[in-house]
């Protein structure tokens, strides 16, 4: 028997959630985000593929998308629990398939792992058993690694199926842009571009060592291997132990003196610390994002002296950062993450080193 891979994602999850407690906006472009007031300051969490085809997407302003959204769209507000309970049906029909090793990873996707020598009627299997469950469509992408499993789900959309594995990998991704790999944002699709780099294949072929300078001895070695497709095998059924909890706030009026961000920041990190503490775990670093008006946002942050339980050193560290901020801009948004002490005993399966654990 093979060891396989398959990479579950749900389509257009939360739209699809909406839609099936709202059957009369099947086919209408829908929008979801913030209080599904398109006039307020929100950002769009998802929407559905009638309204993607407008240019509507993910991270968008409400007030950008209403602009780019035809008469007949419909603006729906975040429901958290709705998706919560969608997604937790949706998990417990695909742990139910015989063999299969399940890991979630978010509300609307999961790896499964299996051995077997027909992944694709495995595939097929999850499919069915996520619709009879839920009434809900999923792709899945098939891989003989956790990275070609991820990146093959994308030319299964919608409803589809799709096997990556190393035979067909140059054949499949070598002619296409570096950005079209999982992990490789724009600022790493042009620092990459810098050194002539630009398709899949050219990553593949090119310097390790130079791209250890440019990216260092971890990632420089992983966006090497990344090129050829390489990427751990290991799905792993262990609760997701949590790295931070964060609090943030978009402002339907800028902030425009120091006094009122240091009120918002002492909120925002009294209740990301609370979270951390409902772990019983210690904070080690506090970490500030602001979003300057009109758009542009900055994260940094700050390891603490010590790993702290004190709610009054966390908001303290918290205002530090806030203190550095340019009283000259007015802020539109601000978020407080507070990273935690890892568990002595934690998660032993391999794990990429971008974006969590997959």
């Given at each position: 028997?093979?060891?396989w891979?398959?990479?579950v994602d749900?389509d257009q999850?939360?739209?699809?959630?909406?839609?099936?407690?709202?059957?009369?906006?099947?086919?209408?472009?829908?929008?979801?985000?913030?209080r599904g007031?398109p006039?307020?300051r929100?950002?769009?969490?998802?929407?559905?593929?009638?309204?993607r085809?407008?240019?509507?997407?993910?991270?968008?302003?409400?007030?950008?998308?209403?602009r780019?959204?035809p008469?007949?769209?419909?603006?729906l507000?975040?429901?958290?629990?709705?998706?919560e309970?969608?997604?937790?049906?949706?998990?417990?029909?695909?742990?139910?398939?015989?063999?299969?090793?399940?890991?979630?990873?978010?509300w609307d996707e999961?790896?499964?792992?299996?051995?077997?020598?027909?992944?694709?009627?495995?595939?097929?299997a999850?499919?069915?058993?996520?619709?009879?469950a839920?009434?809900?469509?999923?792709?899945?992408?098939?891989?003989?690694?956790?990275?070609?499993?991820?990146i093959?789900?994308d030319?299964?959309?919608?409803?589809?199926?799709?096997?990556?594995?190393?035979?067909?990998?140059?054949?499949?991704?070598?002619?296409?842009?570096?950005?079209?790999?999982?992990?490789v944002g724009?600022?790493?699709?042009?620092?990459?571009?810098a050194?002539?780099?630009v398709?899949?294949?050219?990553?593949?072929?090119?310097?390790?060592?130079?791209l250890?300078?440019?990216?260092?001895?971890?990632?420089?070695?992983?966006?090497?291997?990344?090129?050829s497709?390489?990427?751990?095998?290991?799905?792993?059924?262990?609760?997701?132990?949590?790295?931070?909890?964060?609090?943030?706030?978009?402002?339907?009026?800028?902030?425009?003196?120091?006094t009122?961000?240091q009120?918002?920041l002492?909120?925002?990190?009294?209740?990301?610390?609370?979270?951390?503490?409902?772990?019983?775990?210690?904070?080690?670093?506090?970490?500030?994002?602001?979003?300057?008006a009109p758009?542009?946002?900055?994260t940094?942050?700050?390891?603490?002296?010590?790993?702290?339980?004190?709610?009054d050193?966390?908001?303290?560290?918290?205002?530090?950062l806030?203190?550095?901020?340019?009283?000259?801009?007015?802020?539109?948004?601000l978020?407080?993450?507070?990273?935690?002490?890892?568990?002595?005993?934690?998660?032993?399966?391999?794990?990429?080193?971008?974006?969590?654990?997959?």
């Open positions: 028997m093979t060891s891979v398959l990479h749900m999850f939360i739209a699809a959630v909406e839609v099936l407690r709202r059957p009369e906006l099947a086919g209408v472009p829908v929008i979801i985000g913030g007031d006039t307020e929100a950002v769009v969490s998802t929407a559905s593929y009638e309204a085809a407008f240019g509507i997407g993910s991270g968008m302003p409400l007030k950008i998308a209403a780019k959204a008469e007949d769209a419909v603006f507000p975040v429901d958290h629990e709705a998706y309970s969608a997604s937790a049906e949706v998990m417990s029909a695909l742990r139910a398939l015989p063999g299969v090793v399940l890991e979630i990873i978010g999961c790896f499964l792992g299996v051995e077997t020598e027909d992944p694709d009627a495995v595939a097929r999850a499919q069915v058993a996520v619709l009879e839920t009434g809900l469509h999923c792709s899945v992408g098939i891989g003989d690694n956790r990275v070609r499993a991820k093959a789900t030319f299964g959309k919608p409803r589809g199926v799709f096997r990556l594995t190393e035979e067909n990998w140059f054949e499949v991704m070598g002619d296409r842009s570096t950005r079209e790999l999982w992990g724009p600022k790493v699709q042009k620092r990459l571009a050194h002539g780099i398709t899949v294949r050219e990553l593949a072929d090119a310097d390790r060592d130079q250890v300078v440019e990216f260092g001895p971890r990632m420089g070695v992983w966006y090497h291997g990344l090129g497709g390489i990427g751990p095998t290991t799905v792993d059924d262990t609760p997701w132990v949590a790295r931070s909890h964060s609090r943030e706030t978009t402002f339907q009026q800028n902030l425009t003196t120091a009122e961000v009120a918002a002492s909120e925002l990190a009294g209740h990301a610390f609370d979270d951390c503490a409902a772990d019983g775990r210690p904070v080690v670093r506090v970490h500030l994002k602001v979003r300057y758009f542009e946002t900055r940094f942050g700050r390891k603490l002296s010590t790993p702290t339980t004190e709610r050193e966390v908001i303290r560290a918290a205002l530090a806030g203190g550095t901020l340019d009283p000259q801009r007015e802020v539109r948004l978020g407080v993450r507070a990273e935690m002490a890892m568990p002595e005993v934690g998660e032993t399966a391999e794990r990429t080193p971008v974006r969590g654990r997959i």
